[in-house]
């Protein structure tokens, strides 16, 4: 009998920082599984949310377009019915397609079937930090009845994909696992672990972004780590699993996760900004096609997700998607990368943000509801950071006569970016001048 088509499972984390993990440079070795992972497959040194928010993040991934494009521009909007997603592209190739966990992409709970994004076996809630708890898990099944299962959230969801993948194992498998976790628990303002998981971490090690402006860090970053730990193991149980069923040399798994986590530094809250704490998450694949694939420190994006997997497994990529496959990039075969990232970001303020392996460059909509607007027609220039020399964000060199060239120059590219990703031609206006002093910028790092 001829070997299926790869497999693919997503193990999909909410609001996780890319360093978390051990490759990252993280010194409390939380995270084995995926540093091995990452070694032992491809590592995407440098990857990126292109909306650093819940809805419209996970509405990216599951199409690979961006959030104004899908329409999914802030939470609370239902991914539109003609809406292609990753489960309608696989069940058409013949994959069995099923979701576990958080969705996000609905407007109400239970999800209705016509809102699940075409997959065809669900164990989901659309808030899953509303219908459940740390220790009482509750989502709903094919049918729309409730199902509360047993252990801590990570492990009830974790158990319910290693039975799937017992179940299914002879057929090939889209198998998608959103978990909650190490987003925080809206209803307590906390990230409360495993019991016992807290104190092995509180008080021992706060990233220096972190350490340097406060917020909310040293109160929750020893639950927040906590959280991280027991998904790395859950991640080891899943590694473990497909081995014990002989699906690992033929199943492509994927790990990431749809935004960081600044702890109430840059605004009143977690995330929505433009700042490498909201929007670089960790990123790892291994199986076919990505086993000792090294280390790829070209940037990447969420939305770039959907063609890379389609392209992994054969599979025709669609012209609409805006995302690009990084396969060409792991085969070696002649192809060219964009040198930057793009990010919309809504809810907080009407943003738009482009980074480069240097620069950040983030611009924003005074007169609009970044509740109500997807976009503008005009935005003013808010940061400018150089990753160089200030990798944790820390000096804001927006308006400074030195940096006015390379402004400019990201000004150009962040506008051409927004048309590409459909978007209209905006006004950027310039921040107020600031003198130097001693700093200057070199004409050759205007090159961005």
């Known amino acids: 009998m001829e070997p299926h088509p790869p497999n693919v499972v997503v193990f999909f984390t909410d609001q996780q920082r890319w360093d ?3 490759v990252h440079g993280n010194p409390l070795e939380l995270t084995p ?19 650093p928010v819940c809805g419209p993040a996970r509405a990216c991934l599951q199409t690979g377009l961006y959030a104004t494009r899908v329409g999914c521009f802030r939470n609370g909007i239902a991914l539109p019915a003609g809406a292609m997603t990753l489960a309608h592209h696989f069940s058409a190739a013949g994959y069995r397609t099923a979701y576990i966990g958080k969705w996000h992409l609905a407007d109400k709970d239970p999800v209705p079937e016509q809102q699940r994004g ?13 219908t459940s708890e740390p220790y009482h898990t509750v989502m709903y099944d094919n049918d729309n009845r409730a199902v509360t299962l047993p252990g801590y959230r990570v492990d009830a969801l974790t158990d319910a994909a290693i039975r799937y993948l017992d179940a299914h194992q002879s057929e090939p498998f889209f198998l998608f696992i959103s978990y909650l976790e190490p987003h925080f628990q809206n209803r ?3 990230y409360p672990p495993p019991d016992g998981y807290r104190d092995r971490y509180a008080g021992r090690w706060v990233p220096p972004d972190l350490a340097e402006l406060g917020g909310s860090a040293h109160q929750h970053l020893g639950g927040y780590f906590g959280m991280v730990k027991r998904l790395d193991e859950a991640l080891g149980r899943i590694r473990d699993a497909l081995k014990s069923l002989l699906l690992d040399t033929n199943t492509i798994l994927l790990f990431t996760s749809d935004h960081g986590c600044h702890f109430k530094t840059r605004n009143s809250e977690y995330k929505r900004s433009c700042h490498e704490s909201s929007i670089r998450v960790p990123m790892a694949l291994c199986g076919p096609g990505f086993d000792s694939g090294g280390q790829l420190r070209e940037m990447v994006s969420l939305v770039d997700l959907p063609p890379t997997l389609l392209d992994a497994c054969g599979l025709p990529v669609p012209a609409e998607m805006q995302g690009r496959s990084i396969m060409p990039l792991l085969r070696r075969q002649p192809t060219t990368w964009p040198d930057d990232i793009f990010v919309q970001i809504s809810e907080d303020q009407v943003g738009r943000a482009i980074r480069t392996h240097r ?5 924003y909509a005074p007169d609009r509801n970044p509740v109500s607007d997807p976009g503008s027609d005009r935005y003013v220039e808010q940061f400018l950071y150089d990753l160089q020399f200030d990798p944790y964000e820390q000096r804001n060199l927006i308006g400074y006569e030195s940096h006015a060239r390379v402004a400019e120059r990201l000004r150009e590219r962040l506008v051409w970016r927004m048309e590409l990703a459909g978007e209209e031609m905006p006004e950027i206006t310039l921040a107020p001048v600031k003198a130097s002093g001693q700093k200057r910028v070199e004409a050759g790092e205007v090159n961005l």
């Open 20 to 22: 978390t993990t051990g």
């Open 188 to 190: 307590v303002d906390d």
């Open 33 to 51: 599984h995926f540093d091995r992972m990452a070694l032992e497959g491809t590592h995407v040194r440098y990857a990126f949310t292109p909306q």
């Open 118 to 130: 075409g997959y065809q076996d669900w164990l989901g809630a659309n808030a899953l930090e509303f």
């Open 359 to 363: 620069w950040k460059y983030s611009v």
